[in-house]
């Protein structure tokens, strides 16, 4: 599938009122790992409360240690500060990483807004070295913003 037959999926998917918003952002990393191929772990964090630190709230793919992840720590926490995407074409070359698996070569964070506040974000991994690219960046902005309308 293509992103572009991906976006009715994701509306779909978030509009279905008879799941809690967890199941529905849980079948949207299963959505995006089953139907794009280098789309290895598919995550959702969300600012945990007060806290400078975000916390996982679903995941798709391996298993990981790293539910919590203080801000500026990692892709994710870096994200949290800048509120800004980060394409990682190669996650050796990244001072800041957290090793989630020895696999990952690549990752992709699109930070999520909500009235202006950037309140979690979706982190992708991937065992292909170097695969993201705009398209990914705008598809990944889209399923943001669609996710936002439901928090």
């Not at 679903?58 to 892709?75: L, N």
């Not at 090793?99 to 309140?119: H, Q």
């Amino acid at each position: 599938m293509t992103f572009e037959d991906l976006k009715p999926e994701v509306v779909s998917i978030l509009q279905n009122t008879g799941q809690s918003v967890t199941e529905r952002l849980h079948e949207i990393c299963q959505l995006l790992k089953d139907h794009i191929t280098y789309y290895d772990w598919v995550g959702f964090y969300f600012k945990n409360g007060d806290k400078e630190e975000l916390k996982l709230r679903t995941y798709v793919g391996a298993e990981t240690e790293h539910d919590i992840i203080p801000f500026g720590k990692g892709i994710c926490g870096q994200v949290a500060l800048s509120n800004e995407n980060f394409v990682v074409p190669d996650v050796q070359a990244q001072d800041n990483y957290i090793a989630c698996s020895f696999a990952v070569k690549s990752e992709i964070v699109i930070p999520l807004f909500k009235d202006g506040e950037n309140i979690g974000q979706i982190d992708i991994d991937s065992e292909t070295p170097d695969p993201f690219n705009e398209e990914d960046e705008r598809f990944l902005e889209f399923v943001n913003q669609e996710v936002a309308k439901i928090l």
